[in-house]
């Protein structure tokens, strides 16, 4: 029994060694992370300047908000967090790719009566 135990780790452990495993394509992470950053930034700043927005709004008789120019830096404030919202999405979700770089080959045969080209992509 002890032997059949010994033959089946001696098994394990060969094969561990006999297989190779071609490394994981590498994830570009400064696009996810300044697309996170961008992201959740661009929430803060809009967030930032909804709350301003609804913190300065005319009471009273002004009911179209003309006479009070208080509305113009939370507009520009929810403006750009929408921008850098909107910016950070896709460089979020195409940082999150596998990139393999290694796709494209090129190759030129030449024989005595002849040649060629072989692009493999």
């Known amino acids: 029994m002890r032997l059949a135990a010994f033959g089946v780790i001696l ?3 060969g094969n561990a060694h006999a297989e190779s ?3 994981a ?3 570009d992470t400064t696009r996810r992370d300044v697309g ?3 992201s959740v930034g ?7 300047g909804a709350g301003m927005f609804f913190l300065t709004r005319p009471r009273g008789d002004d009911s179209c908000g ?7 830096f939370p507009t520009v404030l929810m403006s750009v967090g929408g921008a850098m919202a909107l910016t950070g999405v896709p460089l979020w979700i195409t940082g999150q790719m596998k990139l393999d770089r290694a796709t494209t080959q090129a190759e030129l045969h030449l024989g005595p009566l ?4 072989r692009l493999l992509f």
């Open 11 to 13: 098994l394990l452990v």
């Open 21 to 23: 495993t071609a490394p």
């Open 25 to 27: 394509p590498a994830v």
């Open 36 to 38: 996170t950053g961008l």
């Open 42 to 48: 661009g929430l803060v700043v809009g967030s930032v």
């Open 66 to 72: 003309c006479a009070s120019r208080a509305w113009v």
């Open 114 to 117: 002849g040649g060629s080209v």
